[in-house]
């Protein structure tokens, strides 16, 4: 049988650890408690903290009991950025973010069983300690040179840093220092761009009660360029239906690069890593068929959204370009399709050139009539011969969408009113 690190590794999902030899032999010794923290810093997680939520559940599914934490107290104060200073959200609303977040990650792993997974937050503990208790028993481990040597500190301290996010590291120290003094936790996850905060935890078990604990953290994942994935024109991609539809984050997927697919597919799904070496192979020979993107597109959404959800965004997916039954799709649905493509509000007696106009399918009306004599201009996926047809005699979907295309892959819609 693999080694959960072995396959982690295989997968691309280790960025960093603490001496790996004495990891895989505190993950070989039985099971472990872990955990992985979210702060609420928006009303929903995204595709990045995605990344380790599966990651957690790897590690459940190797026999080990993850310790889900959200900041109810570090996401009052925020982590550093380098762009400047954080505005503090209100209490109450950081509280209803709390409540939202462990709705969310509560459907990730498994709340019962022999590795049941436990969710906690941090306000708890920390809304118990008053300052010269937290100064003495915490801030006492942390040499201020050693704050100082963070990149994100040191790059503030230049234009400015309050004291509330400089001491940041120090509560997330705490959660480790807390977890694992209440659950016995010896191993932290998280990304990348946690590993000073994360280690910094380490060093405070360590200095505080003298054990030996550990930390692995996921690589920043990328597009081709070396731009943070998970960004679209629309903005972040969030896993909340209510955020981002359910067809949006589809199409977020279908979108990955050919030269990305790969780590993608062994990154987000659970497909064996000789499954998604078959694909790729398969995928190098045939790259138009895009056989990679729809299979990564239907695993992530069906993990996140659920099977009817996916069914209905490949559907529509399917049917925007010609390969499917527009008028089969629920008004939600298509709705949710068009306005990620693109949806225009027109009049019902506006005609199906001024449409490909105004939803810059073409440049201008001599190109849109250019269009349709070449029979390359579609509504609801019905060749168009007459450009000046109203889109009310054209066949509106639900008495008030229309797809328009041109070619096979560019599409927009418009809503008549």
Not at 95 to 124: C, F, K, M, P
Not at 216 to 223: D, H, S, V, Y
Not at 253 to 260: G, R, S, Y
Not at 289 to 316: K, Y
Request: proline share 3%.
């Amino acid at each position: 049988m693999t080694h959960v690190l072995d396959d982690l590794d295989a997968r691309g999902l280790i960025a960093h650890s603490t001496e790996r030899d004495a990891l895989r032999t505190e993950l070989s010794g039985g099971s472990i408690a872990f955990y992985v923290g979210f702060d609420p810093s928006a009303p929903s997680l995204h595709i990045g903290n995605l990344l380790q939520l599966l990651t957690a559940r790897r590690l459940q599914l190797a026999g080990h009991r993850p310790l889900i934490l959200v900041g109810g107290s570090t996401g009052l104060i925020g982590d550093p950025k380098e762009t400047g200073e954080r505005v503090m959200n209100p209490k109450e609303v950081v509280a209803e973010w709390v409540q939202r977040i462990r709705d969310q990650v509560s459907r990730y792993v498994d709340l019962d069983g022999e590795h049941a997974a436990t969710v906690v937050n941090n306000l708890d503990w920390t809304q118990e300690i008053n300052v010269l208790d937290f100064l003495r028993d915490v801030g006492k481990h942390f040499p201020v040179n050693r704050m100082l040597d963070r990149q994100v500190v040191s790059t503030r301290v230049e234009s400015g840093i309050s004291y509330t996010e400089f001491s940041y590291v120090l509560l997330q120290s705490l959660d480790y220092l807390e977890l694992h003094r209440r659950y016995g936790c010896v191993l932290q996850t998280g990304g990348s761009d946690q590993w000073g905060n994360i280690t910094a935890g380490v060093e405070l078990v360590r200095r505080a009660d003298g054990d030996r604990v550990h930390a692995m953290a996921t690589p920043l994942i990328t597009k081709a360029d070396g731009t943070k994935f998970g960004k679209t024109e629309s903005g972040t991609v969030w896993i909340d239906p209510e955020l981002t539809s359910p067809y949006a984050f589809y199409q977020s997927w279908i979108q990955a690069e050919d030269v990305k697919v790969g780590e993608y597919l062994k990154q987000f799904t659970f497909l064996g890593v000789d499954e998604v070496d078959a694909l790729m192979t398969e995928h190098s020979e045939r790259p138009g068929a895009r056989a990679a993107q729809r299979r990564l597109a239907s695993e992530v959404t069906r993990i996140v959204h659920g099977d009817a959800e996916t069914d209905a965004a490949e559907q529509a997916s399917a049917a925007l370009f010609g390969r499917g039954e527009l008028a089969a799709l629920p008004e939600s649905t298509l709705r949710a399709a068009l306005s990620e493509a693109g949806l225009v509000p027109m009049a019902a007696d506006d005609t199906v050139l001024d449409a490909l106009v105004r939803t810059e399918l073409v440049e201008s009306l001599s190109a849109g009539r250019r269009a349709v004599r070449d029979g390359g201009a579609y509504v609801n996926n019905e060749r168009v011969t007459d450009p000046d047809l109203p889109l009310a005699k054209a066949g509106l979907l639900h008495e008030r969408y229309g797809v328009l295309r041109k070619g096979k892959r560019s599409v927009a819609g418009v809503e008549a009113h």
